[in-house]
């Protein structure tokens, strides 16, 4: 007998609650649901900030808060609570969780550009591949081995066998098909926020892994699309034989159709757009309304919607449109409305699940089955390529993460009755147990060695020869700061006794996570054509073609310069992390940091562009690895006949003003290697304090007493490093006539500030430390007045318009060790402060910078 399909009374007047007076507002569906939305998200919440200790993804968190209001835990636990539903409200979560589905597989698609992978080569295509394949087989031919069945029953004691189903055998197949697709695909979105949490980005194994998993998720896309067509119509019913046939015609006809008549007409409505602003709401409703159209498209052809959705995200020309629409979508979407179609698969769970303990065992074996073939698989050809063990191993546990892909196969196969909710159950939960080991596993697998970084010491100039090469991370936010850039090598000195290597990062905002991915770009040598090979870039930024020309055109015409162009999109609150992964990896002693503000065609400086600078700045002078700078630049060279060796004398003035401390001191150096260029004219002007405070008043304590006694300590260490700085520069350009040494004598911050208003016209280049952490008289009261705090003192007079003229500056904070402090103090026949004193003393030398 034929099951008889659910039926369910629809009233116009079930939807919405007069009130709470006399009625119960459960056997309502709009506040029901509403209820059910806004508790999947506070459960989501609760849920994922218990798991944040262990690194787990947030679509873990969602799919365990659908399990405990599902029946694993509110309908075992609380039935009276889970009854209170209305049937029909599942129906409406359901078909709510879909439509966000939807959007969401639109927003990925959206995220994604297939280009970004040719630069990686062909093994990316063999990692995807063979992993996948591998996945397939194992769990196809081991669950057929195994005997696993969609219509597996529990043969209960004393009751005669259940009948056979003649059409069981019809599903075996399609089965097979289903479950063997859904455990060998890759997560993307969920590896993508595993990666950043890692944060490996930065490292080789970051982008091969995402970029592996695209074209995963891809070939899983159109598997989903053919198997959907090879299995007959939704409902289960057996079709006709040309029925795949002309789903698969009609599937390839909407491709087709998305690729060459919309793709067009959306670059048309973009190009209409002018530069710099954002696309007009008419247009975005346009481009937002043709979501559901093609979702609809696809589901009247015979495939899912969420294929249709996709496909037409892809169609989607990359540019200043994507990131729009990511950031008008993706807030409300991801923590509104995506986590109803996670927590849906979590309804559908029971733990508590009718299935054989056989059959459950089974199950969980066939999936651990294709998770290890899928590791192994990718391991052998990750070593193939050269790739070691260790990274090899890091890179297959991350390529047999599982996410929404696999979920959305299992619902599909459920809607078509190939699938039972206590199948899907083992299925998820075995599926959610190795994706949560994939974090722990790579965070101990992926250990980066500790030889190379051992020998990274040079974190700073100051302990550096005076010719050795200068690694420098400079940060890139536009094509004006290339500008900015080039024009502080210039004054720089770099020659092939003393080289300069830059790595330039070019610094992206990106809304989403799918996209945010380092991308090296050659350093040298050129096509057989003459030119240089420049992969194509993520989201087709014309900006990004103009930062590597614009290097590369000047790396051509200094011998004293080697660039390494690299491109981080990521996130402005995660830029930093970018920032510092790069220059600890690449063992640099400086980052150049670009002022928020630039310098407007009247001479004022306002903030122009990117709001995320400063942020990116603060960030990264309180993180750093090494010494960071910040350049003020208000038209650094401009004038200057010739900075390049050979030019006269005296072409450019630049000036540093020294007061104590660490950051000054690694200014002088930054300085000295200033004073090397032939066209370069050198002013150290040293501020002496002209009277020292007295610092043994209002000691009342041994504790006074112990404090006092360090900070004299302090005080006394830090002059005898700056004295030992000073007699070095001098001894070293004794003999320059081109480097100017001079001394003030100053009381208070109002004689200092005096004393440099009255050279402020006579140089070019202000070279200054920032001070942080640094007392000084000379400096007091400054502070308050500060309006750009991470300019220090002395850096903020400067770039203000009250100091009066426009001069460039550049502001350096030195990196310093806590073991390099303690060292010196060993050095130097000091016993040091006591134990209690002793970690206020060191905060005091490296606050900000570890």
């Known amino acids: 007998m034929e099951a008889v399909k659910d039926t369910y009374c629809y009233s116009p007047e079930s939807i919405g609650t007069p009130g709470i007076w006399g009625v119960n507002v459960f056997d309502y569906m709009l506040p029901v ?91 990316v295509l063999i990692i995807a591949v063979v992993g996948m394949v591998l996945a397939f087989v194992v769990s196809f031919t081991s669950a057929y081995a195994l005997g696993l069945r969609p219509d597996i029953v529990i043969k209960m004691p004393g009751f005669p066998d259940p009948p056979a189903n003649s059409r069981a055998d019809e599903k075996v197949t399609p089965f097979l098909l289903f479950f063997s697709l859904a455990v060998s695909v890759t997560g993307l979105p969920v590896l993508t926020r595993i990666i950043t949490e890692l944060k490996l980005l930065n490292s080789p194994l970051g982008p091969l892994s995402m970029a592996s998993a695209i074209l995963n998720d891809m070939f899983a896309w159109i598997l989903l699309a053919v198997t959907l067509a090879a299995t007959g119509g939704k409902d289960g019913k057996s079709v006709s034989l040309l029925v795949p046939l002309w789903v698969t015609l009609a599937g390839a006809a909407f491709v087709l159709v998305c690729f060459y008549v919309v793709r067009p007409g959306i670059a048309r409505m973009a190009r209409r757009t002018p530069e710099g ?72 769970t029971n733990i508590f699940t009718i299935l054989p303990l056989w059959a459950i065992s089974s199950f969980a074996a066939v999936v651990v089955l294709s998770t290890l073939a899928k590791v192994v698989g990718t391991i052998i050809v990750a070593m193939f390529y050269s790739i070691s063990f260790r990274d090899s191993l890091a890179l297959g546990f991350l390529m047999s993460v599982k996410g929404p892909v696999e979920m959305i196969i299992l619902n599909v196969a459920i809607d078509k009755k190939v699938l039972r909710g206590d199948m899907f159950a083992v299925i998820l939960v075995t599926s959610l147990i190795t994706t949560a080991l994939a974090a722990p596993v790579v965070t101990l697998a992926y250990i980066k060695p500790s030889k190379p970084l051992a020998v990274y010491r040079r974190r700073n100039i100051q302990g550096a020869r005076p010719d050795a090469e200068l690694r420098m991370l400079a940060c890139i936010h536009n094509t004006r700061h290339v500008h900015c850039l080039t024009r502080l090598l210039d004054v720089s000195n770099p020659s092939k006794r003393s080289p300069i290597v830059v790595y330039a990062l070019h610094l992206v905002e990106v809304a989403g996570r799918v996209s945010s991915m380092l991308i090296m770009h050659p350093s040298a040598g050129y096509s057989d054509h003459g030119r240089r090979h420049r992969p ?17 055109g000047y790396e051509q015409h200094s011998p004293g310069v080697s660039f390494q162009p690299l491109t ?14 790069v220059a600890e990896e690449r063992h640099a002693s400086l980052i150049v940091l670009p002022f928020h503000k630039q310098m407007t065609v009247d001479g004022a400086m306002e903030e122009v562009g990117s709001t995320a600078v400063r942020p990116v700045n603060l960030n990264v002078l309180a993180n750093a690895p090494c010494s960071v700078a910040i350049l003020v630049d208000r038209g650094l060279g401009t004038g200057v006949t010739s900075l390049f060796p050979g030019a006269h004398r005296a072409s450019h003035h630049v000036v540093l003003v020294f007061i104590g401390g660490p950051d000054d001191r690694e200014a002088l150096a930054y300085a000295g290697r200033m004073a090397e260029h032939p066209a370069i004219v050198l002013t150290v002007i040293r501020f002496i304090e002209a009277a020292a405070p007295s610092r043994s008043q209002s000691i009342s304590s ?42 003030k004598v100053a009381s208070n911050g109002g004689e200092t500030v005096a004393a440099l208003r009255e050279m402020r016209s006579s140089y070019d ?61 060993e050095a130097l026949g000091h016993n040091g402060p006591s134990n209690a004193n002793r970690q206020q003393r060191a905060s005091g030398f490296n606050s900000g910078w570890n």
């Open 33 to 123: 649901f509403i209820g059910q939305l806004l508790l999947v998200i506070f459960i989501t919440r609760v849920v994922s900030f218990l798991l944040k200790p262990l690194r787990q993804p947030k679509v873990i968190a969602e799919t365990i808060a659908g399990m405990l209001l599902g029946p694993s835990f509110l309908g075992n636990f609380f039935n009276e609570a889970y009854d209170l539903m209305p049937d029909q409200n599942y129906v409406l979560l359901d078909t709510a969780a879909n439509f966000a589905l939807t959007y969401y597989m639109f927003m990925v698609a959206v995220e994604l550009d297939v280009r970004t992978i040719r630069g990686m080569g062909r093994k």
């Open 277 to 348: 602003e954002r696309m007009s709401d008419f247009h975005l409703g346009i481009i937002l309304a043709g979501v559901p159209a093609t979702g609809f498209l696809s589901d009247l052809i015979g495939i899912h919607s969420i294929f249709g959705s996709f496909i037409y995200g892809l169609a989607v020309p990359n540019g200043p449109l994507t990131a729009h629409l990511i950031e008008r979508m993706e807030p409300f979407l991801e923590n509104m409305l995506l986590p109803l179609f996670f927590a849906n698969s979590g309804f559908r």
């Open 536 to 552: 194509a870039l993520p989201y087709g930024q014309a900006q990004s073609e103009s930062i590597l020309a614009a290097i590369e």
């Open 568 to 581: 981080a999109f990521s996130q402005p609150a995660t830029m930093h992390e970018d920032v510092c992964s």
């Open 702 to 743: 041994v504790t006074d007493v112990e404090n006092a006694a360090a900070l004299l300590a302090d005080a006394e260490l830090e002059k005898e490093r700056d004295e030992e700085a000073v007699n070095e520069f001098r001894l070293r350009f004794v003999s320059d006539e081109s480097v100017v040494f001079t001394e």
């Open 765 to 825: 280049l202000y070279v200054v430390g920032r001070g942080h952490g640094r007392k000084s008289a000379l400096t007091a009261g400054l502070e308050e007045w500060s309006e750009i705090p991470e300019l220090g003192p002395i850096g903020d007079l400067l770039a203000s318009s009250d100091f009066g003229a426009k001069v460039s500056v550049l502001v350096v904070q030195q990196y310093v060790e806590k073991e390099l402090a303690e060292a010196d103090w």
